[in-house]
C-alpha cells in the first residue's frame, strides 16, 4: 500500500536542515511537485536566502528556524507548522552533521550534542508529527542517513551510530504505521558531490570529486522518488559501489582496512589538525 497524497497541491511539507546544501535542493525538488514547503534551520539569514530563491522561481514556501538540539525545540517546530499550516504530510529529516573530532578529545556533552542532532532530533520530530498523520490516514517520513556506520569512516563515532540508528529507526516505524496510512523510508547517502559534509572535507583536503561521489541532486530526487513509490530503503551511491554496503555487513572489517588503504584515515588526521590550527589562530586573534 502507497501512501496517498503527500505531495501535490494541498500538502505541506516540512524539510530540516534546508539552510543551505542538500537541504536546500530537497526542498526545491519536492516544491515543484507543488504544495507548500517549510524550511527549517539555526540560519535565520541562510533561511530567508533560500526561501527568497525558491519563491522567484514559483515555489510555495516559507520557514522556521530551530536549532534542533535544543531541549523542546523539535516539538515546538511541529507545532508552529501545524498552527500555520494545519499539519505536516511529508517530514524530510536531513538536519545533522559531525565535528570529525576524536572522540576522546570531546567532552561526552559534545559527543550527545551530535547524538541529539542525528539521530533524537529525527525521533522527537517524527513522534510530533504522527497523530496528525495518523488522524488524516496519510503521511510520509523521509529519515537521511549515512554509509558511515557500515563503512567505519574514521573518527565518526557518535555520527555513525545516530545514522545507523536512525536506519533502524526507520524500518521499525514503517513496519508498525504503514497499514494505517504512515510511511518512512530511509536514504543512506554515500560521498555526496557538490554539497554536505563530504564535499566539505574533500575541499579542505585539498581533493576534487572522484567516481564514487553521487551528484547532491539525486539525494534530491531519490527524496521525492522514495514518497512517490513509497520506498523502504535507497542507497545514494555511484554504479556497483552500491553493493558496498551488503558486503560491509558480511565484512565487517573491510570498511577499516579500505580507509587505510587509501589514506582515509591519514587525509581525515590532517583536516581535524587544520581545524584545530584555525580554531586556535581565530581564538589568539
Do not use: C
Not at 500500500?1 to 516540512?14: D, E, Y
Request: proline fraction near 5%; glycine fraction near 12%.
Amino acid at each position: 500500500m502507497s501512501t496517498p497524497h503527500v505531495l501535490g497541491p494541498g500538502t505541506t511539507a516540512l524539510v530540516t536542515g534546508a539552510s543551505r546544501g542538500i537541504g536546500a535542493l530537497i526542498a526545491r525538488e519536492i516544491a515543484s511537485h507543488g504544495g507548500h514547503v517549510v524550511l527549517s534551520g539555526r540560519s535565520v539569514a541562510e533561511l530567508e536566502a533560500v526561501a527568497s530563491d525558491l519563491t522567484a522561481a514559483g515555489a510555495d514556501v516559507s520557514f522556521l528556524p530551530a536549532d534542533l538540539t535544543e531541549p523542546g525545540a523539535a516539538e515546538a517546530l511541529v507545532r508552529a507548522v501545524e498552527r500555520q499550516r494545519g499539519g505536516v504530510d511529508l517530514l524530510v529529516n536531513n538536519a545533522g552533521g559531525d565535528p570529525l573530532r576524536e572522540f576522546h578529545t570531546m567532552t561526552i556533552e559534545e559527543n550527545l550534542r551530535t547524538l541529539r542532532l542525528n539521530l533524537v532530533a529525527p525521533l522527537e520530530l517524527s513522534y510530533a508529527v504522527l497523530p496528525g498523520m495518523l488522524s488524516r490516514g496519510r503521511g510520509h517520513i523521509v529519515n537521511i542517513s549515512a554509509m558511515a556506520g557500515r563503512l567505519a569512516f574514521p573518527y565518526t563515532e557518535v555520527y555513525a551510530a545516530a545514522k545507523d540508528g536512525l536506519i533502524g529507526f526507520t524500518r521499525v516505524f514503517r513496519s508498525d504505521y504503514h497499514a494505517r496510512g504512515v510511511s518512512a523510508s530511509v536514504l543512506i547517502l554515500g560521498a555526496i558531490k557538490g554539497a554536505g559534509q563530504g564535499q566539505r572535507m574533500m575541499d579542505e583536503a585539498g581533493l576534487k570529486g572522484a567516481a564514487y561521489m553521487a551528484p547532491a541532486r539525486s539525494v534530491a530526487r531519490a527524496v521525492v522518488g522514495a514518497v512517490q513509490k513509497d520506498r523502504t530503503e535507497l542507497v545514494i551511491m555511484p554504479g556497483p559501489a552500491r553493493l558496498m554496503r551488503a558486503v560491509m555487513d558480511y565484512f565487517p572489517a573491510l570498511g577499516p582496512a579500505m580507509n587505510r588503504a587509501v589514506g582515509t584515515r591519514a587525509t581525515i588526521r590532517k583536516i581535524i589538525e587544520q581545524r584545530d590550527s584555525d580554531t586556535g589562530a581565530a581564538v589568539r586573534r
